[in-house]
T-cell receptor, first 115, second 116 residues
Framework: DQQVKQNSPSLSVQEGRISILNCDYT??????FLWYKKYPAEGPTFLIS?????DKNEDGRFTVFLNKSAKHLSLHIVPSQPGDSAVYFC??????????????FGTGTQLKVEL | NAGVTQTPKFQVLKTGQSMTLQCAQD?????MYWYRQDPGMGLRLIYY???????DKGEVPNGYNVSRLNKREFSLRLESAAPSQTSVYFC???????????????FGPGTRLTVL
């Protein structure tokens, strides 16, 4: 059973407009949520995160919103730029005894920002 | 500062062959991880090492073994490769941030493995 879901495999937006990527989760024990960005033939790179005790976190053009009652989070990119075209993964974190954390990833959303 | 490095970048194996994927990090992180990514799926955790000297199973450990050789290096071994292990393998490392509740994981560039 998939605990983290990204129901939109792809999203296309125009340059300068807002991109909204969505993610749903089922496990209420997750204590942290992260977004990673991935270009082809590269590893995922960390983008932004949010604690389960917050409902919003902003970093420049990127804002993540968390709705705990709905078990839903979203990533907003404003304004979208062509360089934002990539696959975006939502991930949920479980802390590990002794250090580290286990990430459960969604299946990803391919964002294409068009000129 | 190279971050997380993985070797090899590409590998083709025949069914039943064995191989070891190498991973090293130069960020002095305590925790290291191995994931696999298959088409249409997110990354899935194979094994992790919370700290030097410890290893634990993740979501999909069957058919794999790991060794945390020292703080820098974490290897993944396929003893008898199967076509179902055709995938892209990512290594990651993490350290607790002073400003965050949880670790941020940093990923290597991946190893693309094909098992015929």
């Amino acid at each position: 059973d998939q605990q983290v879901k990204q129901n939109s495999p792809s999203l296309s937006v125009q340059e300068g407009r807002i991109s909204i990527l969505n993610c749903d989760y089922t496990n209420s024990m997750f204590d942290y949520f992260l977004w990673y960005k991935k270009y082809p033939a590269e590893g995922p790179t960390f983008l932004i995160s949010i604690s389960s005790i917050k409902d919003k976190n902003e970093d420049g053009r990127f804002t993540v919103f968390l709705n705990k009652s709905a078990k839903h989070l979203s990533l907003h990119i404003v304004p979208s730029q062509p360089g934002d075209s990539a696959v975006y993964f939502c991930a949920a974190s479980d802390k590990v005894t002794g250090g580290g954390n286990k990430l459960t990833f969604g299946t990803g959303t391919q964002l294409k920002v068009e000129l | 500062n190279a971050g997380v490095t993985q070797t090899p970048k590409f590998q083709v194996l025949k069914t039943g062959q064995s191989m070891t994927l190498q991973c090293a990090q130069d960020m002095n992180h305590n925790s290291m991880y191995w994931y696999r990514q298959d088409p249409g799926m997110g990354l899935r955790l194979i094994y992790y090492s919370a700290s030097e000297g410890t290893t634990d199973k993740g979501e999909v450990p069957n058919g794999y073994n790991v060794s945390r050789l020292n703080k820098r290096e974490f290897s993944l071994r396929l003893e008898s490769a199967a076509p179902s292990q055709t995938s892209v393998y990512f290594c990651a490392s993490s350290e607790m941030s002073s400003t965050l509740i949880t670790d941020t994981q940093y990923f290597g560039p991946g190893t693309r493995l094909t098992v015929l």
